[in-house]
């Protein structure tokens, strides 16, 4: 349901949630998953973005390196760091996946905050995919890596004899609530602070009063917006990375 803010006299009306819509770029008709629609144009832009800037920027790989291959390189080093200090070195080999899930969600999470744009990592059935794919990837890897023992991570021999089965229970619950926590958290915020963005926004219609206001709140969000697309960027890496953790070093 869109909020929405009407004038006394009904001038007034604005729909903050209308920015997350998803439609067909071609033709009329009902959308199934083979249709083109926004979302997948700009989950498309953003991977041409990634290219850009890791593959075409980075091509001549010079010693004094350019304004792209530093923003490359220091993109790279610095999910390398977080993927070994957390996993520690079995965990490198992973590194490729995880710098992909990083990337892409930071390269999408920027270009959301252009006008027009559109925010695909704002919906639940893009960052659930990315969620779910990291919450199968981890356990396949915990059962391989440790067959039957990946099952130590829910048996915490540390308390009580007593505690450890409701323990256990508890720990069950949490692993498999973690794709839905770790999708809603990405896709909740992102919306959260367009939608409030939207608001400020619409407000910035009204008067000469309100409008300056407005506008100051606008500047004031999207600075706060920039920083949250950065940070839900490196939440979701770091917690994939503790995911990971767990199932390489599953005992507790």
């Given at each position: 349901m869109?909020d929405e803010?009407?004038?006394?006299e009904?001038?007034?009306s604005?729909?903050?949630?209308?920015?997350?819509?998803v439609?067909?770029l071609?033709?009329?008709?009902?959308?199934?998953?083979?249709?083109?629609?926004?979302v997948t144009m700009w989950?498309a832009?953003?991977v041409v973005c990634?290219?850009?800037?890791?593959v075409?920027?980075?091509?001549?790989?010079a010693?004094?390196?350019?304004r792209?291959?530093?923003v490359?390189?220091?993109l790279?080093?610095f999910v390398?760091t977080?993927?070994?200090?957390v996993?520690?070195?079995?965990?490198?080999k992973?590194?490729?996946y995880?710098f992909?899930?990083?990337?892409?969600?930071l390269?999408?999470?920027?270009l959301?905050?252009?006008?027009?744009?559109?925010t695909?990592?704002?919906?639940i059935?893009v960052?659930?995919?990315l969620?779910?794919?990291?919450?199968?990837t981890?356990?396949i890897i915990?059962?391989?890596?440790n067959?039957?023992a990946?099952?130590g991570?829910?048996?915490?021999?540390s308390?009580?004899l007593?505690?450890?089965?409701?323990?256990a229970?508890?720990?069950?619950?949490s692993?498999?609530?973690r794709?839905?926590?770790?999708s809603?958290?990405l896709?909740?915020?992102?919306?959260?602070g367009?939608?409030v963005?939207k608001?400020f926004?619409g407000?910035?219609?009204?008067?000469f009063i309100?409008a300056p206001?407005a506008i100051?709140?606008?500047v004031?969000?999207?600075?706060?917006?920039?920083?949250?697309?950065a940070i839900?960027?490196?939440?979701?890496?770091?917690?994939t990375?503790?995911y990971?953790?767990d199932a390489?070093?599953?005992s507790h």
């Open positions: 869109a803010a009407h004038s006394a009904g001038g007034l604005f729909h903050p949630l209308d920015q997350f819509e439609h067909r071609f033709g009329e008709g009902p959308i199934h998953w083979y249709t083109i629609t926004n989950m832009i953003a990634i290219v850009l800037l890791l075409i920027g980075t091509r001549k790989r010693v004094v390196p350019s792209t291959q530093s490359a390189e220091t790279y080093g390398y977080m993927v070994e200090d996993t520690g070195k079995d965990g490198i992973y590194f490729p995880i992909t899930l990083f990337i892409f969600i390269i999408s999470n920027f959301g905050l252009l006008p027009m744009s559109f695909t990592t704002s919906h059935a960052t659930a995919i969620a779910f794919a990291v919450f199968f981890v356990t915990g059962f391989v890596k067959g039957a990946f099952l991570l829910f048996w915490v021999s308390a009580p007593a505690l450890r089965p409701i323990l229970i508890i720990e069950v619950i692993y498999f609530v794709p839905v926590s770790h809603i958290r896709a909740g915020n992102l919306m959260a367009h939608a963005l608001v926004a407000f910035a219609q009204v008067g309100i206001v100051l709140g606008v004031a969000i999207y600075a706060l917006e920039v920083l949250v697309s839900q960027a490196y939440v979701f890496t770091i917690l990375c503790v990971l953790k390489l070093h599953p």
